[in-house]
Every structure is written in C-alpha cells, then in structure tokens.
C-alpha cells in the first residue's frame, strides 16, 4: 500500500534532483567527506552476472568513471559460466576480477568457506561516504550479506521476492477473487483450468533445479522449516508431503502437458501469451509482461503477494550482490565501486529502470521515481509487500546446490506421478548424510 | 525412361535428405526475421507480417560482436593451421607405419570430456602467466583440432594404394618428398574434409571460450547467451546471433568444399 | 621397409605426439591424482585412495547414467551412420545445383550447438513449438516430446542425428571422392546391376571412412553435452542424464572435484573400450575382405 511506503518517505537529498537522473549529480554534493578521486587513475575489472542488475552497472558505469578516476572494464557473463569461472579462479587463489557480482542463494556459503570474499566491515567506517547508511538496507538484504560468524563479505543489490502473476481478464471472465490463501489459489486454479480452450489453472516451474523455490514457498506457508535445531531434516514430515502435494496437484492437476519440463521462460511464454491464469515465480521476470512487442497481456497482469498458507504467510526469495575478491590487489578501489553500486542513486534507478527490488528502504522513499517507474504500481506494491514477509527460498547451507538437485529430481518425479511421501523421504534420506557432511557431523 | 525414372527418384532422395536441415535454418531465417510477438505467437507464423531487422542489430548492440569475430577467426584459423601442420604428417607417418596405437594416443585428447580440461589447464596457465591470452585459448584448442585432423587424415592416408609411392621410392625420392609430392595431393579431398571438420568444431567451441579466456579474447559462441537476457529468452535476437555465428563458417565451407569436388571428377563415378 | 624409412616416418609423428602430450598430460595427471582423494572447491582435501571408485560402484545414479549414455550413443551413432552413408552416395551422383544442396545438408553441423539446442527447445515445446503444430496439421495429437520422461532421450537423439549426419557424410563423400574410377568402369562394363555393384565393389572401399565416422561419432556421441544440457538439463527427473551431464553435475554443480575425476577416468575406460572394440571390428572386417 502507498501508506506504508509514505511511512518510509524521507527526505534524500539526491532525491532534489527529482528523478532528472539522467543527469549527473555529483554525489560529493551531499558529503565532502569522502574524497571520490582517491583512487583516480587506477583501473579495475568487474565481473557481473548477465541479469537487469548488470544492464543497470554497465548502463551508468561511465559516470562511476569520471566520478572516481577509476577506470572500469566489466563484462556481463551467463549464470552458468560465471559460477564455474567464479569457482576456478577463487580456487586458484588469483582472480582476474576485483569485483564479482554472485547470486546469494548459490553462493553464498561456498564463497564464505573459501573466504574468498574480503570482509567489509572496515570499510564501512574508513571509506564510506556520509550517506552510505548502512540501515538502509532491508533486513532480509543484509541478513543474506552476512556471513554466519558475523562477516559481511558483500553488499546486496536486489531482492527478488517470489510473487504471484494473475491474468485479470481471465479470473474476471468467471468471476474469480484472488485467492486469500493457498487453499483458494488450488480452487481458483481447478476452477480456471480449460485446457479445451487453451488456458491452464496454474503455470510453473517443474524442472528439476528451478523447481525447489516453489515447492519451498508452499512449505514454508505451511509451517516447515528446512531442519530442525539440531540438524535433522524435516523435509519429510506433514508439512512437507502436504506442500509437495500441493505442487502437484497445481502444477500435474491444473498445468499444462509436459510441465515436468518447464523452467521460467516456458512458463513465462505461455503467460505472456494469455494462456495461463496464474504464475508464479520471481518477480524479475515481470519487465516483458508489459512490453507490448512481446506480452500479449499488456495492462492485464495482476501482482499480487503470494496468499499465506494454513501456518504462515512466508514467500520465497532470491538475492543478489557484489563483493570484493579477496585476491585482489585493489581493494579500495574496488570497495568504491561496491559502494557505488548499492548506492542510494543507484537503487533509485534500480526501480525506475524495472531492473529489480532495491535492497535499500530509500529507494521506495521517493514519489517522483515511483512515477517514472516502468512497471505498474501494483508491482511495486505486490514486492515491497512480500519483502517483509521473504525467507530465503533454498536453504541456506553449503550444499545447497545438491539439495536442489536432490529435492528438485524428487519434486520432478512427483509431476510426472511418482507417490509423495516416497518420494520426499527418499530425497530426505539422500540428502540427509551430505548435509551431515558438510556441516562436519558424522 | 529408365533414366527420368531415375532422375526423379534422385530428385526426391535429395529433397528428402535435404529438407530436414534446411527447414529448421529457414525456421531460424523466419524467427530472427520477426518481432518477438510474432516469435511466440501459436500457431506459429512463419512469414513475418512485417519483417524487421532489429535482431541482427540487437545482437551487434548487445556484445562486442566484431571483436569476439576477431578473436574467433584468430583462435580458431591458428589452430586448424598449427594443427594441419604437426597432424597431416604424423596422419601419414601413423598410416606408412601402421602404428594405430598412436592413433589411440592422439585420441585420448579427444576422448576426454572438456570439463576435466578446464581446472587443471586453468591452472597451469596461470602459473605459466598465460591466463586470458589468445595464446592459451589457441593451445586449448589444439586438442579439439590435432585429434581430428591426425585421425581422420590417416584413414585417408592408408587407403590410398601404395603402389605410386613405391614407384617414387623406387626413383629414389625421401620420405618426405613422397609425401609432399605423391601422397598429399592425393589425399586432398580427405584432408580438407578433416581441415573443415576441425574448423568447425573449434569455432563452434563454447565452453573454452566463456570459461578460460578473458573478457579481451572471447570468442564468438559466448554472444550467443549474450542475447539472452535474463527476464525473457528473446528467440529472434538467438536466432540472429545463431546465424551470424554460424555464417563465417559456411562461406569457408562453400569455398573450400571445391576441393572435395575436384576429386569428385577425377573420379568419375558412373551410376554408382 | 627400410630402416630409413621407418625412422624418418617417426620424425612425421614425433611434433604432434609432443604438442598433445604436453597439453593433456598435466591435466590428466591432475585428474588421476584428484580422483584419490575427497576434495570439495573450498573446503580441505581428505585421501581416500580408491573410495570414490568403489562408490562409483554402488552409486544407483551412476549407473543409470551409463544406460542412458550407452542407449542414447547407439541410437546417436548408427543413425548418423546409416543416413550419412546414403547421403554421400547420394551427393556422390552428379546432378544440378548439387553444391547448393550438399551446403545445405551440412548446414546442422556447422550451426553453434548452444544455438541449435534453444532453438529445438523451443521447437519441442508442447503448447508454444512448432513441431506439434505440424503434428496438429496433419492431424496426429500433441506429444510432450522431451518434456516427458520416456521421450527425452529419442528426441535428443533425433536432434544429434540431425545435426551430425553431415558429419558422416563428408567423410564419407572424401573417401568416395578419392577413390579410383577403373573398377567401377570394369564393372559397369560387364553389366554388373547397381546393387552388385555397391555391394561387392563401393562398400568394401568405403568401409574404412564408414570405420572412421563410426570411431568419432563414438567418441562425440559419448561426450554428448551442449545438447543434452541445454533441452533437458538432464531431465526429466534424471530420465536423459547422460555420465557426461552427471560429471558435469558432480564438478561445477557440487563442486566435487574428488569425485568427478573419479568419473572422469571411468568414463575414459569405457570411451576407450567401445573405442578399442569398433577398431577391432575394423581389422576383422580388414581381414575378412582380403
């Protein structure tokens, strides 16, 4: 709601330039304490996830630029590629950036096992500039930056929360209501579901990998959590089989044929093509739904929270960030950087740009960039909604690359009609002893 | 009759095989030819209601598409030269000897999956200081060339009949000289062959080029996934890139593939 | 031979001998070493001698894969073969505008498989793509083509014959090129029919390019990656997960470095084995013809 949004209004200074952001306006207006050019002449390299985010550091890298004296090579690199890149040169302890961009949910642990990031923490109180405020940043942003011992090894740059994408038309067509809970979104999907038409309940990831945030979400909402105090996990109790059912039951029940094999952007074709009343997934992928070269939906697409379970209203999501390579030789200059890039102006256009959820509460402040903003404003309201309400959507332990493997093949097996409760038992049991591994029990 | 009987079952073996690959191009000549609402559109339009060519622009836009061409030719034209070089000869020594154990030998590179490659070769050429370099790039993909060229250039090497290099022997030629003179320029058509086949595999290389070189020397395939962005796979600019990626390729193809021809009429198959 | 002559032909081989060895030796003897210990990228390294061998042994995934691969290469080589062959005789006839259609056979080979591989992913799909509208056309109901568990594998090798059989026939098609006219000008002299005359004369002398298209289609069909990993992900469930996909899965997935070289090297004997036994079907089918 706009309300609580006003709550948070406060008055930024850059914000005086209003949303000329086009032009530049020298942060050293607001504090001439940190001397920009400190590090003029020096050069760094970044490396970013190709991603929005990335679009939006490489769109406006010329004025870090000519702010700093820094000179920035950067190069946009597929998920993919740049985790195994990422890994193969943190492990050969040189790395040929200074700066990575990584996606929290994969990597956050393995990056802080390896201390492969710099901790930050002195810098936050040497080389900050005065409105670096740190408290800005949403809890759920810092809680993903900072490492279990207490290290913040990196700075978030967006949350995505998980929401739920509607199709206006179709639920006013029989006179539906968004679902108020979990319960509802399985009915409205049944009632939705016409597949002689052409037009499927509910749309979603099924692929083995991809999977796993949306299984979690509905598990979270019905109270589980991933593992209890000692360890043990508790991927097989009620909780679990009642949420996995739920999956199926949307996804097998109310989806399309051959669901079992669909990533985001099956899902988001057949969205866009006002095929499926309902999607969930992460709210970055909501840019092309109204582009109207691509988005047969333009100006139908509801946002809308995803409705809480019988125990807890929970939504699932992802972040990212930057961080410094430990192995860098050009630590200040590349803290600058960071620092620049999860600034206030930055998460401003951040938001305005439809490139994600700015991590810091500022952003949200200004009325002139929720005007200028490309997406609708029920968007806005629908992420900064579930931002308060987001739980990591995987776990966050080290092997959180097998527990996807693990649970995603489960969840697979179950769309393609396998029994529930083997089938997370069996995923339970799998995974159990390399999580015990990895944690350093027996 | 017998002979228009044959020509129209000719032509339609040919239609036949020839249909399945030239449907999927023009399928990719069509989506990289329309706008996105086109390319998602069900059921599937195949002519563009109006054809545009942002795609072909949106891929030179979003990656530095000359220079990984550039650095594409470089990598891949030095290592199917160096590679002609160390693996035509060792084709012909391999098959005047009879050593197929070599051969088994030179296989291995190929035998072993990329992915083992890609730590340890990392490694070492950065103890070396060679990380990010063409010159890295260019060694790595020697083992992606060298195999081919060795092994299949040898098959051509041994059957050829040995009787005209005997003669040479006999006119007191050298080893070498019966192989540049006697043995090489018969088996021209099977050495280009292998040269075109290494060439392609190289240039179609993905995983060397985004994973062990550096933003300066990346080659071509990488800006295929830079035209996918992240909210949305964009199926006319893959389609485009696909097929400015793959042309290089198929005008070296067609120039060359004369030489296969030429020993097609020295031939003279009749009625085969 | 001469003595001369043999040490001058090793002379030949000696430079690419040294060239290979030098870039695949310290990365295979990385790979054997690795393959000893229990090494996670970021956490320390534990030796565990033959641990990760032994359970290779017992692993269920493991060996699944290897049927897959197994399945999925049979399939991936004899098509290519078979197709290929025909094809090379085929382009072998002269016939106008036969360089225009031999360059667009081998246009699939030549086409980035990353690219290819999204642009059949989207062909397959069963609501949006585009080979189900023509089954609709022709009034067959949709398939789920590799969205479902039992067709992922035919379906991704239908998409590897497509692209590879090019392969097989330019190698094919050189040989052809390359071989002399006289027995075919004898045969057709004495009124040897078109059957015979493939039969007893052009087989028999294309057999050892056929040998060599096997061998490498071998190799690459075993190695199968791009494909597989961009359609399936090795997916459904594990349906299409091929040794190659699960290597990739254990080192750059989990980062399990101690293990995937352990896979590495089973999956090199195998490689080597099938290898080892179409080189031996080659020398027999060699002594058979003489």
Known sequence: MTQSIDRRRRAVLQGAGGLGLASMLPPSLAQPALDWKRYSGQSIEVHLVKSPRAELLQKYQKEFEQLTGITVGSEQVPEQQSRQKAVIEFNSGKTSFDVIHLSYHVQKRQFARGKWLEDLRPYFASQAAADFDLKDFAAGGMFYATQSDGRIDSLPLNLDPWLLYWNKELFAAKGIAYPKSLADVLAAAKALHDPAKGVFGMVGRGLKNANVPLWSTFFLGYGGSFTDASGKLLTDGPEAIASATLYRDLLKGNGPAGIAGFNWNESQSLFLQGKAAMWIDGSGFALPLEDASKSKVVGKVGYGVIPAGPKAHVVSMFGDGVGVSAFTTKKGPAWYYVQWATGKLMQQRMLVDGHGAPVRGSAYADKQALAAQKLPASWLEAVSESLPISRPGLPVIEPVSEFRDTFGIALNNILTGSDVATEMKKATADFQPVLNKSEGRA | ?272 | MLHAKRQALYWFITPALIAITAIIAFPWAFTLWMSLFDWKIGSPSTFTGLGNYVALLTDRRFIEAIGHTLFFTLLAVIGPLLLGTLAALVFNQKFPLRGFARSLFTLPMMATPVAIALVWTMMFHPQQGVLNYLLSLVGIAPSEWVYSPGLAIPCLVMVDIWQWTPLVMLIVLGGLASMPADPFEAAYMEGASRWQTFRYITLPMIRPFIMIAAVVRLIDALKTFDTIYVITQGGPGTASETINLYLYLQAFSFYQVGKASAVVVVFFVIVVALSLMLFWMRERSKWNDS
């Open chain 2, 1 to 272: 009759m017998k002979k228009l009987l044959d020509r129209i079952g000719l032509a339609f073996v040919v239609f036949v095989l020839v249909s399945p690959a030239a449907s999927v191009f023009l399928w990719m000549l069509s989506l990289s030819l329309k706008t996105e609402t086109d390319n998602l559109a069900y059921p599937p339009v195949f002519i563009p209601s109006s054809a545009t060519l942002a795609n072909f622009r949106a891929v030179f836009e979003q990656t530095p598409f000359l220079s990984y061409l550039l650095n594409s030719i470089v990598v891949s034209g030095l290592a199917t030269l160096i590679a002609l070089a160390l693996g035509v000869p060792a084709a012909y020594g391999i098959a005047r000897l009879k050593a197929r154990k070599l051969l088994l030998v030179i296989l291995i590179a190929r035998m072993t999956p990329a992915i083992s490659f890609l730590i340890p070769l990392f490694t070492l050429f950065q103890a070396i200081g060679l990380t990010g370099t063409l010159t890295s790039v260019v060694i790595t993909h020697m083992v992606i060339t060298l195999p081919v060229i060795a092994y299949i250039v040898s098959g051509y090497f041994e059957t050829l009949p040995g009787e005209l290099e005997e003669a040479a022997f006999m006119d007191g030629c050298s080893t070498w000289q019966r192989f540049r003179h006697v043995a090489l320029p018969l088996a021209r058509p099977g050495i280009t062959v292998a040269a075109i086949l290494a060439f392609i595999f190289s240039w179609n290389n993905f995983v060397f080029g985004a994973v062990l070189a550096g933003r300066a020397t990346r080659t071509l395939p990488v800006a295929i996934y830079n035209v996918l962005t992240f909210e949305q796979i964009a199926w006319g600019p893959l389609a485009a890139a696909a097929l400015l990626v793959t042309a290089p390729v198929l005008l070296l193809t067609l120039v060359i593939q004369k030489e296969i021809a030429g020993g097609l009429t020295a031939g003279g198959v009749k009625g085969g």
